[in-house]
C-alpha cells in the first residue's frame, strides 16, 4: 500500500491511502521530509503507526494564523473576521446613509409652498430632540428592514450595501430632479412612467444635471471603494450567515429574508388604512401626513414614509351587489330617468360656456355665531344670490380641505362615500386612475377646457390631475402656460381676485367657441395678517356673545375687507360677461370658511354655521338663463352643482347628470363627518356622514325612505364602479350627453 503525504504547514499534514499505486506530485517511498524545526515528518505519525488525517479547514485556520506571523502560506496573509456588533454598527451607519440620500433629494433651502412650513436641511431629524417626534426612526426602520432582506438575498455585507445605496442615490437623484422641474416628489403614479417612457427620461432633466450624476457617481464609486477594502480585510468577507449544514443556513436565510419583506409589504397595503396596526405605528412614531403639498410631506415625514402611504389607499368598501350585470340595470334605470327629463328641457348645456369658480374660503362672515361686523361685507353677492339660483353650500372643510370640494364639483362625486382613510382624492386617488370622468370633458376636446389658479401647480398634484382630466391650460404662477395677471393688493402676499378673473374674462373674450372654465382664486387664503391698508372692517362679540380675542378679531377683520374686495370684483367680473355676446353661465362657491373664529368653534352646536359656505348659479343676458331661480336650491353640495346647472340652463342631461338631479331632490347636501378645526389629513374625522333636507335639517340614513335608499344604493353602485371598480360604466352612455 502507498502513502501519499502532502505537507500543508511546519506542523500539519493531510494524508490520503490508496488500495494501488498513486502518483502525486511529491512522492516517496520513504518518508524523509523534515519540519522547520528539524523534526522528522514521520514524527507527525500516530503512535499505531497510522498517519493523521487532519481537517482540512482546520489546517487552513492555523495556516491563516501562522502564516500572518510569517509562516509559509503562499505569501498571502489572512485577516480575521468582524465580530458581530461592527456588523450591527455598520449596519445602522449605512442605513442612515440610504435615509440620508432619499432625503437630500427633496431637501431645499426653503419650500417654495408659502402655505407650507420650511423644513430645512434635516429638521425631521432634529425634531426628534425638540419635539419628541420619531419619525426619522421610523424611515430607518422601513429601509432597515429593505436592507436585512437584500442582506439575506446576497448573503454577503459588502454586496448588498453598495446595492442600496445604489438604489438609494439612484431614487435620490431622480427625486431632486423632479422637485426642481414639478416641485412634486415621486408619487407612485411615476413607477408606471418610468416603465412605458424610460427613452423620455433625459427630457426631464434640469440643466446641470449632468454635474448632479457626476457628482452622486463618484460619491457611489467612494463607497464601493470602501466597500472593496472592507471586504478585503473582513477574514469573513461579509458572509451574513456560516453554516456546514448547507440546508441549515438556507432556511436561515429564507426566514429572516422572509420576516422584514413580510413586515415591509404589510406595511405598505395597510398604512393608509385608518385603524389598522400599520397607520397606529405610523402615527405613534410621528407620522403627520401633509396631503396638499408632496414635497412639504416628504420633507416632514421622509419620502419613503410618503411614498409608501400612498401606495395602497383604502378607496371605498365594494357594495355587496357590485357586478356588471347590476351596473347595466343602473345605466337603463338612469337612461330612463334622462329621457324623462329631456322631454321637457330644450337646451344643451354644452351651447354655452360655463364658469366654475373656486373662491378661497368666501362665506359671510355675518352668519358666524357670536361674531358682529360694523359693515356688510358681501353686498353685492348677497343682490346676485337673490335674483338667481343660489343657497347655501355644505362644506366638508374648516379652514382648509379646497382641493376635497373641488374634486366633487368637477366629478359629481361625495366624499360622503368614501372610506375615511380616503382624505385627498388629488393625491390618493386620482393619480392611479385609468378612467376619470369630469364634467369639462362634455365640452369635448381639451382645447376647451382651461383652468386659472393664481398659485403652486404642485399643489395638491392639480397639474398633473388637471391634465388627466382633459384640461388643455392650467394658468398659475409656475411652469408653461403662467397666469398673465397677478397683481396682489397691498401687504398681501397673494394674487388678488380682480387679476385672476382679468386673466379668465380675456381668455373667454378671445374665442367664440365654447368652453369649460375652472377657476380656483387665492386672495382669501390663510393666513389673515392685517394685510389691507385702510381697512374699515371692525369685528366685535354679538350682543350676549363670548367676546373675541385680539387675535381673532385681526384675523376677522383681515378677512372681512378681503371677503369685501371678492364681493366688489365678482360683481364686476359677471357685469363684464354680460356685455358679451356668447351664452356664460357661471357657478360661484366659496370652499370652506376661513379658520379664524376661535371662539365659535369652541361651541358643538356651531359645526353647521361653520360649515355653511355661499353658492350661486348665475347666466348673463346672452344665454336666456339670466334670471332664473331653480327650486331646491337653499341647500346644495358641490357634488350636484353640474345637474343644477343643467336645470338652472334648462338643458338636456346624460343617465348620470339624471341620477344627480333625482339624488338633490331626496338630499340636498351631504358631506362626510366635519369638526370645528382646521381638517388634518390622516383620516375623515369620526362620526356620522351629513344629510341635509330641503329646509337645511339633518337627515338621518336610517330614516331614508324606499325611493332614497335606492338612489343611495345606486350612488355607491356607480362611485364605486368609477373610483375602485371594473370601469363598467366607461363603455356605455352613462356620462354622455344627448
Known amino acids: 500500500m502507498m502513502t501519499c503525504i502532502w505537507p500543508i504547514t511546519n506542523w500539519a499534514w493531510v494524508g490520503w491511502r490508496h488500495a494501488n499505486h498513486t502518483k502525486c506530485g511529491y ?11 528539524g523534526t522528522n515528518v514521520a514524527d507527525a505519525v500516530s503512535p499505531s503507526g497510522e498517519i493523521e488525517v487532519l481537517d482540512i479547514k482546520r489546517a487552513d485556520s492555523s495556516s491563516g494564523r501562522n502564516g500572518g506571523k510569517g509562516g509559509r502560506n503562499g505569501g498571502r496573509r489572512e485577516y480575521k473576521p468582524f465580530p458581530g456588533w461592527l456588523y450591527g454598527v455598520l449596519f445602522v451607519v449605512f442605513d442612515m446613509a440610504a435615509v440620508a440620500a432619499l432625503q437630500w433629494g427633496v431637501s431645499q433651502s426653503g419650500t417654495r409652498v408659502q402655505l407650507s412650513s420650511p423644513v430645512v436641511g434635516w429638521g425631521f431629524v432634529s425634531k426628534m430632540w425638540t419635539k419628541g417626534n420619531f419619525v426619522f426612526v421610523l424611515n430607518l426602520l422601513l429601509i432597515g428592514a429593505l436592507y436585512l432582506a437584500l442582506l439575506m438575498l446576497f448573503n454577503r455585507f459588502w454586496i448588498a450595501t453598495p446595492v442600496l445605496l445604489a438604489v438609494a442615490i439612484i431614487v435620490g437623484v431622480i427625486e431632486h430632479f423632479k422637485v426642481s422641474i414639478r ?4 408619487l407612485p403614479s411615476d413607477l408606471g412612467f418610468l416603465g412605458s417612457n424610460t427613452g423620455n427620461l433625459m427630457s426631464f432633466t434640469p440643466p ?4 448632479i450624476i457626476l457628482g452622486a457617481l463618484a460619491v457611489f464609486l467612494v463607497f464601493v471603494a470602501l466597500f472593496v477594502v472592507l471586504n478585503h480585510v473582513d477574514g469573513r468577507h461579509g458572509r451574513m450567515i456560516r453554516f456546514d449544514n448547507k440546508g441549515l443556513a438556507a432556511g436561515i436565510r429564507l426566514m429572516v429574508f422572509l420576516l422584514p419583506s413580510l413586515f415591509f409589504g404589510l406595511y405598505c397595503d395597510q398604512v393608509s388604512t385608518v385603524g389598522s396596526w400599520a397607520n397606529g405605528f405610523s402615527k405613534a412614531l410621528g407620522d403627520t401626513p401633509s396631503m396638499w403639498d408632496s414635497v412639504y410631506d416628504a420633507q416632514r415625514n421622509g419620502p419613503l414614509v410618503s411614498f409608501t ?4 389607499p383604502t378607496i371605498m368598501d365594494e357594495p355587496s351587489d357590485y357586478s356588471e350585470a347590476t351596473m347595466k340595470e343602473v345605466v337603463k334605470r338612469y337612461e330612463a330617468a334622462a329621457e324623462k327629463i329631456n322631454a321637457s328641457r330644450t337646451k344643451n348645456m354644452t351651447d354655452s360656456t360655463v364658469v366654475y369658480v373656486l373662491s378661497e374660503s368666501f362665506s359671510d362672515p355675518a352668519r358666524v355665531p357670536g361674531v358682529k361686523l360694523n359693515k356688510d361685507a358681501i353686498p353685492e353677492v348677497r343682490a346676485i344670490k337673490s335674483g338667481t339660483t343660489s343657497g347655501l353650500m355644505l362644506s366638508s372643510g374648516y379652514g382648509g380641505g379646497t382641493a376635497n370640494l373641488e374634486y366633487m364639483g368637477l366629478s359629481g362625486l361625495s366624499m360622503a362615500n368614501f372610506d375615511s382613510s380616503l382624505t385627498s382624492p388629488y393625491q390618493q386617488l386620482v393619480p392611479g386612475q385609468h378612467w376619470t370622468p369630469t364634467i369639462n370633458q362634455m365640452w369635448g376636446a381639451p382645447k376647451n377646457s382651461i383652468a386659472f389658479h393664481p398659485y403652486e401647480p404642485s399643489m395638491y398634484s392639480r397639474a398633473t390631475n388637471y391634465k388627466k382630466f382633459g384640461f388643455a391650460h392650467f394658468y398659475t404662477l409656475q411652469g408653461d402656460d403662467i397666469i398673465k395677471h397677478r397683481d396682489k393688493i397691498d401687504r398681501s402676499p397673494y394674487v388678488s381676485d380682480k387679476a385672476t378673473y382679468q386673466s379668465a374674462l380675456e381668455d373667454i373674450s378671445s374665442t367664440d367657441s365654447n368652453q369649460f372654465i375652472q377657476i380656483i382664486t387665492m386672495q382669501n387664503h390663510m393666513p389673515y395678517n392685517d394685510w389691507y391698508a385702510d381697512n374699515e372692517f371692525k369685528a366685535t362679540a354679538a350682543d350676549g356673545a363670548d367676546s373675541l380675542g385680539s387675535d381673532e ?13 371678492t364681493d366688489t370684483e365678482t360683481k364686476n367680473f359677471l357685469d363684464e360677461l354680460n356685455k358679451l355676446d356668447k351664452p356664460v353661465t357661471v357657478v360661484f362657491y366659496g370652499d370652506h370658511l376661513p379658520g379664524i373664529y376661535e371662539t365659535a368653534s369652541q361651541d358643538t352646536n356651531n359645526s353647521l354655521a361653520l360649515h355653511l359656505t355661499d353658492y350661486f348659479i348665475w347666466s348673463n343676458k346672452a344665454s336666456g338663463s339670466q334670471g332664473k331661480k331653480v327650486d331646491n336650491s337653499v341647500y346644495s353640495s358641490p357634488n350636484y352643482f353640474v345637474a343644477q346647472t343643467a336645470e338652472h340652463m334648462n338643458a338636456k342631461v346624460s343617465p348620470y347628470l339624471a341620477f344627480l338631479t333625482l339624488m338633490h331632490k331626496k338630499v340636498s347636501a351631504m358631506e362626510p363627518p366635519v369638526v370645528n378645526k382646521i381638517q388634518g389629513w390622516d383620516r375623515i374625522p369620526e362620526g356620522q356622514d351629513i344629510y341635509l333636507d330641503a329646509a337645511g335639517n339633518p337627515m338621518a340614513e336610517d330614516e331614508f325612505d324606499e325611493q332614497t335608499k335606492q338612489l343611495m344604493t345606486d350612488y355607491k353602485l356607480i362611485q364605486y364602479d368609477i373610483t375602485a371598480g371594473k370601469n363598467y360604466l366607461k363603455d356605455t352612455d352613462f356620462m354622455d350627453l344627448p
Open 183 to 186: 416641485y412634486e416628489a415621486i
Open 553 to 565: 378679531v385681526t384675523a376677522i377683520d383681515t378677512y372681512a375687507k378681503g371677503a369685501s374686495i
Open 27 to 37: 512522492m516517496s517511498d520513504e518518508i524523509n521530509d523534515k519540519n522547520d524545526d
Open 309 to 312: 402611504r400612498q401606495l395602497n
Open 208 to 211: 446641470g444635471a449632468h454635474w
